[in-house]
């Protein structure tokens, strides 16, 4: 029975270090960090949006200050959620709502719309997207209201 029990136990193991290799093969950090890295191009201002945003941020400003593809003094905006909300040095940090959006997502629209109005023409933006934007970064168009778009979420949800 012991063969049984060992061969079992090393089925397992194999599984939870697949199961490893794909979370840290799939993290945003990671990925983001690959990414940044071969940028050809400087880039002048960030936008993180998402739940993930904390994490794809931090690890563009990085990567790219170790590839001198981003200048550690870059500008630069996190809109995330509540849980992964961190406070990053140089960057104007939002939290607001998910699932359902709040206030605070307005207030964080109206700061991502000013720093896109002021980028030029020679600007080079990273937008970094994950899941949750939508709620997190609501704008809803002109004639509707967030009212409006808290309760077609809630409905969404139901």
Request: hydrophobic share 45%; charged share 15%; with cysteine.
């Amino acid at each position: 029975m012991s063969g049984t029990s060992d061969t079992l136990q090393g089925w397992q193991q194999a599984a939870r270090t697949a199961f490893a290799a794909a979370l840290d093969a799939g993290h945003p950090a990671r990925l983001t960090s690959d990414a940044v890295a071969g940028l050809a191009t400087p880039v002048s201002a960030i936008i993180a949006i998402g739940k993930a945003a904390a994490a794809m941020a931090i690890a563009a400003r990085d990567s790219g200050r170790d590839s001198g593809a981003i200048d550690p003094e870059v500008p630069g905006i996190i809109v995330t959620n509540d849980e992964n909300f961190v406070v990053v040095d140089g960057m104007e940090c939002h939290a607001s709502a998910h699932p359902v959006p709040d206030e605070r997502g307005l207030v964080a629209a109206n700061a991502v719309t000013q720093m896109a109005k002021n980028l030029t023409g020679d600007d080079h933006l990273l937008l970094l997207i994950s899941g949750g934007g939508s709620a997190l970064l609501p704008a809803p168009v002109p004639g509707v209201s967030l009212a409006e778009k808290q309760k077609l979420n809630e409905a969404l949800l139901a």
